[in-house]
């Protein structure tokens, strides 16, 4: 099975809070990563955490790390059109020879006006 | 503009026939990695070099070969095209091996791949 796995799609209103969980399974995993696809476009980095961090935020977004649960989230405040795109999480580790990232399916997010 | 760029951007072939993707990394990157990705598949990663040395293989077909130059640019070649290889293939670049630190991948705009 998927090493990664993700909800495949998020509907939200503009304005409101959105919120893309992840799940993993490899234990070693180090680094884990969002990433954003616009229609397109190749993939863009986010953001980032190190897997012996709980939190981290920047500007808009806040990553939520639950490594005992293996369980990651994105939450992007104040969400605007500029937002709906493809989100991508990844994880990197030695299981997956350190450069190599193992990425999710995917969470599709349409933002609503 | 990532940096990184990708040729072509849209190629349509035919069964049975070969062709060549080409990437060429951003400035001062001397790691290249191919993914596929697919609507039933999703991203697969396929291979990895490090200044021109193969450094990791994923899930790439014996039909398919790689290979980085001194330049550091990279090809993609895909031979004995089955339909089902249409999708999208991304060169992403890094820094450094990877090992070390966050291994930040830059990606390109892609080469779709058409198959028919």
């Known amino acids: 099975g998927e090493d990664v796995e993700q909800s495949l799609f998020l509907s939200v209103r503009e304005g409101d809070s959105s919120v893309i969980n992840c799940t993993y399974t490899?234990?070693?995993?180090?680094?884990l990563y969002w990433y954003k696809q616009e229609p397109g476009a190749g993939l863009q980095l986010l953001t980032y955490?190190?897997?012996?961090?709980d939190m981290k935020q920047d500007q808009r977004l806040t990553v939520l790390l639950n490594k005992k649960d293996k369980h990651l989230s994105l939450r992007i405040a104040d969400t605007q059109t500029g937002d709906s795109a493809i989100y991508f999480c990844?994880?990197?580790?030695?299981?997956?020879?350190?450069?190599?990232?193992?990425f999710g399916a995917g969470t599709q997010v349409v933002v609503t006006p | 503009d990532s940096g990184v760029t990708q040729t072509p951007k849209h190629l349509i072939t035919a069964t049975g026939q070969r062709v060549t993707l080409r990437c060429s990394p951003r400035?001062?990157?001397?790691?290249v990695y191919w993914y596929q990705q697919s609507l039933d598949q999703g991203l697969q990663f396929l291979i990895q070099?490090?200044?021109?040395?193969?450094?990791a293989k994923g899930n790439i077909l014996e039909r398919f070969s790689a290979q980085q130059f001194p330049d550091l640019h990279s090809e993609l070649n895909l031979s004995s095209l089955e339909l089902g290889d249409s999708a999208l293939y991304f060169c992403?670049?890094?820094?450094?091996?990877?090992?070390?630190?966050?291994?930040?991948?830059?990606f390109g705009a892609g080469s779709r791949l058409t198959v028919l």
């Open positions: 992403a670049s890094s820094v450094g091996p990877g090992g070390t630190g966050a291994n930040v991948l830059t």
């Open positions: 490899d234990s070693s995993s180090t680094y």
């Open positions: 955490i190190f897997s012996n961090m």
């Open positions: 990844a994880e990197s580790g030695v299981k997956n020879s350190w450069g190599k990232l193992q």
């Open positions: 400035s001062g990157d001397l790691s």
């Open positions: 070099y490090y200044n021109g040395e193969e450094r």
